[in-house]
């Protein structure tokens, strides 16, 4: 089992950048496949980019493709979103998760990860 504690949300002007980790507090997450989503208020939760374990492969949604990197760092047991040229309609919880299986067809699908994180406020103004 993984708990996960994401930090790096705040609020940020249109056009500005925030980084995003996603750390283990318990157990590891080396093992795991890695992914981020975020969550606005009335809004479904949204996939955002997804990690293999090796950190070689990795899959982003549309809106947020050139913009968002997902990285990840096994000596720090972290997971990282760089997140630039934010805009305000990226205003969201952001959470992370983790899963065993590396699939290229459902990894957007949230109920398919196992633990996540509590989650972290982003806010982008205009």
């Known amino acids: 089992q993984v708990q996960l504690v994401e930090s790096g949300g705040g609020l940020v002007q249109a056009g500005g950048s925030l980084r995003l980790s996603c750390a283990a507090s318990a157990g590891s997450v080396t093992t795991y496949v890695a992914g981020w989503f975020r969550q606005a208020p009335g809004k479904e939760r949204e996939f955002l980019a997804t990690i293999s374990w090796s950190g070689r492969s990795a899959y982003y949604a549309d809106a947020v493709k050139g913009r968002f990197t997902i990285t990840r760092d096994s000596a720090k047991n972290t997971v990282f979103l760089q997140m630039n040229s934010l805009k305000p309609e990226d205003t969201a919880t952001y959470y992370c998760?983790?899963?065993?299986?590396?699939?290229?067809?459902?990894?957007?699908?949230?109920?398919?990860?196992?633990?996540w994180g509590q989650g972290t406020q982003v806010t982008v103004s205009s």
């Open positions: 998760a983790v899963r065993t299986l590396w699939t290229t067809s459902d990894y957007s699908e949230p109920s398919l990860y196992d633990y």
